[in-house]
């Protein structure tokens, strides 16, 4: 069964810190991975997507990263803002089918000033 | 103004209605979603389609139903049919093109209520 895990389920920081989210998947035959940050009641919006040949990926404050060999990829956030508190989500498509996506169920960020 | 439509914002309900969300796209995209959404949780597949007049149930579409007539809208009806219906309800569109394109663009949700 294709699953995704994040973690930490939610992590609290101070604006101007750096945090790191995690996501591990298990997803055959893997395609691509994203990253979404989903402000409260909005829809999600990407940040970042890689395919299996990319490492890493950036986005501004936002940094990406991918190892296909241990199935593991991480967020980074340098600086943090206020705006940055959201539930951050991580996707992998699995082939080409497009209703082979596999959801992360999230870690909501807060940062405090 | 481009970009993924959904209306209304907030959807009230009585038990034992049926109920539609809509859902309007302007990007061209051949690929349209339903997803719901339960705090706490992923988002849930319910529908998908990737071309006019035909889609898949995804992973929880027992009490739902959709119908895809135009390229650019993916309306999904709640039957009453549908025991928990109370969610955060949200479409979705992308391209069917390569791996490295393939991301989904997201409608702001409809939340719907039942009463």
């Known amino acids: 069964k294709n699953q995704v895990e994040q973690s930490p389920q939610s992590l609290i920081i101070l604006e101007g810190k750096n945090c790191t989210l995690q996501?591990?998947?298990?997803?055959?035959?893997?395609?691509?991975l994203r990253w979404y940050k989903q402000d409260t009641g909005r829809g999600p919006v990407s940040l970042t997507i890689?395919?299996?040949?990319?490492n890493t990926k950036s986005n501004g404050r936002y940094t990406a990263t991918l190892d296909a060999d241990t199935k593991q990829s991480s967020l980074h956030i340098t600086a943090s803002q206020l705006s940055d508190s959201a539930s951050y989500i991580c996707?992998?498509?699995?082939?080409?089918?497009?209703?082979?996506?596999?959801f992360g169920d999230g870690t909501t960020l807060t940062v405090k000033p | 103004d481009g970009g993924i439509t959904q209306s209304p914002k907030y959807l009230f309900r009585k038990e034992g209605q049926n109920v539609t969300l809509s859902c309007e796209q302007n990007?061209?995209?051949?690929?349209m979603y339903w997803y719901r959404q339960d705090p706490g949780q992923g988002l849930r597949l319910i529908y998908y389609?990737?071309?006019?007049?035909?889609?898949q149930k995804g992973d929880i579409a027992e009490g739902y139903s959709v119908s895809r007539e135009k390229k650019e809208s993916f309306p999904l009806t709640v039957t009453s049919a549908q025991k928990n219906p109370t969610a955060f309800y949200l479409c979705?569109?992308?391209?069917?093109?390569?791996?490295?394109?393939?991301?989904?663009?997201f409608g702001p949700g409809t939340r719907l209520t039942v009463l």
């Open positions: 996501c591990n998947y298990t997803v055959s035959p893997f395609s691509n």
């Open positions: 890689m395919t299996f040949s990319e």
């Open positions: 996707v992998v498509s699995a082939g080409t089918n497009a209703g082979k996506s596999t």
């Open positions: 990007l061209n995209h051949d690929a």
């Open positions: 979705a569109s992308s391209v069917l093109g390569t791996a490295s394109t393939d991301t989904q663009y």
């Open positions: 389609s990737q071309i006019v007049n035909d889609f």
